[in-house]
């Protein structure tokens, strides 16, 4: 038996069973996955494995599912997720200074979370608030008509510091 570093939660082996035992129980892979995104934070190696014994799924398949679809990580991400929009509407009215702001800010890149795991910085082609534009979201929270001179107030909301940070 393989030790795991990261077993399953007993709800998630729950409903993984209860997916086993509907019809087209292999149609259910994205909505496990989904379950242990949002238990772990990511989609850690050793769960995708448990997940391919237990459904009966090729690990390749299982890898290229959660490869496939862009909201799915198999790194931690941070405490407080913040997903800038680059769409058209954003992006003309300033989105690439926003995110420009925030990885000056955060010292990250995209994709990446600060070392203290308290965020994670991503982008989206668009997040459908045109209206809005530009927007961040951080969460599930939205702030619209954001300037870059904003973005240290916004972030302070999360429990960011210019002094701690440093």
Do not use: W
């Not at 993984?16 to 909505?31: G, R, V």
């Amino acid at each position: 038996m393989i030790k795991d570093k990261k077993p399953l939660p007993q709800d998630i082996v729950a409903f993984i069973q209860e997916c086993m035992a509907k019809e087209h129980s292999k149609s259910f892979l994205i909505p496990v996955l989904q379950k242990i995104q949002h238990h772990f934070g990511y989609l850690p190696a050793e769960c995708m494995d448990q997940v391919s014994d237990m459904m009966q799924i090729p690990s390749a398949r299982v890898t290229g599912v959660a490869t496939f679809y862009h909201l799915f990580s198999f790194v931690p991400k941070g405490k407080n997720r913040i997903t800038i929009c680059m769409g058209t509407a954003c992006f003309v009215r300033g989105s690439a200074k926003i995110l420009q702001r925030l990885k000056e800010l955060l010292g990250v890149e995209e994709g990446q979370t600060t070392q203290d795991g308290m965020f994670s910085l991503d982008c989206a082609r668009c997040l459908g608030a045109c209206a809005l534009a530009p927007i961040v979201v951080i969460n599930d929270k939205i702030y619209g008509n954001v300037k870059p001179d904003e973005i240290q107030k916004i972030l302070a909301e999360y429990g960011y510091s210019p002094v701690a940070k440093n």
